[in-house]
């Protein structure tokens, strides 16, 4: 294992869970869901309906984002899956248009595009359920990419509920006369 597939699972799936972890759980905690003071037990038993935390919330975003995550179930391994799967439907658009787009809609017609996009989204959402398989290459360690997974989430709940902070990096000068 190469320092290299480290840096990699930490920019495409570490961060990105940070950031998705941190967003979910500030939307509940600012929708009164869940309170960011109580104990981590607590805490961690309110996110396990999140479907149901959507129907509670106002913003948009917000309510996608935990209607999503609730399919997948809820907590650690629903984020991954509802991330891995924003991955995947991306590179999915980029390769339709890639090849052609509508294009191909002229040759096979709509009922072929029609069935064509259905499977695919089924096989997108079976990937993304199954996740674990779908980040490391085939030489890369199963292991690194859930732990580094698991410590983003982690990380993004801790800077939710305020329990952790990021350093503030500023530029302030000091003058010795």
Known sequence: MSILVGLEAILKLGLPMVVISWLAFKWMSSSSEIASDVK????????????ELSKNTTNKPARFLLKKWGRFGSGFYGLVGFWTLLV??????????????????????????????FIKQVTNFVTAFLWFGYWPGPTDSIWLWIIVAFLGYRIGI?????????????KKKEFIE
Do not use: C, Q, T, Y
């Not at 981590?40 to 479907?51: A, E, G, L, T, W």
């Not at 995947?88 to 996009?117: H, K, Q, T």
């Not at 801790?158 to 500023?170: D, I, M, N, Q, T």
């Open 158 to 170: 801790e800077l939710a509920r305020g329990r952790l902070r990021l350093p503030k990096f500023s």
């Open 40 to 51: 981590h037990k607590d805490f961690m038993s309110r996110v396990k309906k999140p479907k």
């Open 88 to 117: 995947i439907e991306a590179n999915g658009i980029f390769d339709f248009f890639r090849s052609g787009g509508f294009s191909n809609f002229e040759n096979n017609g709509l009922v072929s595009l029609i069935v064509g996009i």
